[in-house]
T-cell receptor, first 110, second 115 residues
Framework: DQQVKQNSPSLSVQEGRISILNCDYT??????FLWYKKYPAEGPTFLIS?????DKNEDGRFTVFLNKSAKHLSLHIVPSQPGDSAVYFC?????????FGGGTRLMVKP | EPEVTQTPSHQVTQMGQEVILRCVPI?????FYWYRQILGQKVEFLVS????????KSEIFDDQFSVERPDGSNFTLKIRSTKLEDSAMYFC?????????????FGDGTRLSIL
């Protein structure tokens, strides 16, 4: 299933800098876009979302951008903190079911 | 903060045996889901459940799988005759209602190992 792709399997960032995680999709039917964070041995934890009618949503250090024409979603974390180190999944909704990307492992170095 | 709870955390079963995975969704949520993640692969949708019936299911969710809400709190996934390829992490999720732009909240999963 290549409908949703996270092309970077890992990302390493210095504490205090910006982390940018990317997600590309092919299906125009997706209407709601979410980011989840996952620690080992835990389930995905909802982080932030955006509806297809918007292009930006901000919540504290986290901002999600949606470029519908490019079918591209990104998550910005600024400033990054060591506790942000985890696997981040984009998950796209169509018809009340989520299609997940493969995840990006973010490592924030102190 | 309310959370989705799943039991057991790890289930080991012989191939061909039946297994039931249990979930307690967030108490006021009405929409329930099962997903799975095979090691090294993406999280995949299995089934959604609303108003005591299946709302949507994927092609993975064949006749070997069934879901049930036996009482007001539990939501279960049954695999009738397990196969080696059923080994995966199984995640339960719930959502407040049918409104499309609400997040699903996930439990910590059950690791199913088929021997």
């Amino acid at each position: 299933d290549q409908q949703v792709k996270q092309n970077s399997p890992s990302l390493s960032v210095q504490e205090g800098r910006i982390s940018i995680l990317n997600c590309d999709y092919t299906n125009s039917m997706f209407d709601y876009f979410l980011w989840y964070k996952k620690y080992p041995a835990e389930g995905p934890t909802f982080l932030i979302s955006i509806s297809s009618i918007k292009d930006k949503n901000e919540d504290g250090r986290f901002t999600v951008f949606l470029n519908k024409s490019a079918k591209h979603l990104s998550l910005h974390i600024v400033p990054s903190q060591p506790g942000d180190s985890a696997v981040y999944f984009c998950a796209l909704n169509a018809g009340n079911m989520l299609t997940f990307g493969g995840g990006t492992r973010l490592m924030v170095k102190p | 903060e309310p959370e989705v709870t799943q039991t057991p955390s790890h289930q080991v079963t012989q191939m061909g045996q039946e297994v039931i995975l249990r979930c307690v969704p967030i108490s006021n949520h009405l929409y329930f889901y099962w997903y799975r993640q095979i090691l090294g692969q993406k999280v995949e949708f299995l089934v959604s459940f609303y108003n005591n019936e299946i709302s949507e299911k994927s092609e993975i969710f064949d006749d070997q799988f069934s879901v049930e809400r036996p009482d007001g709190s539990n939501f279960t996934l049954k695999i009738r005759s397990t196969k080696l390829e059923d080994s995966a992490m199984y995640f339960c999720a719930s959502k407040l209602d049918r409104v499309w732009n609400q997040p699903q909240h996930f439990g910590d999963g059950t690791r199913l190992s088929i021997l």
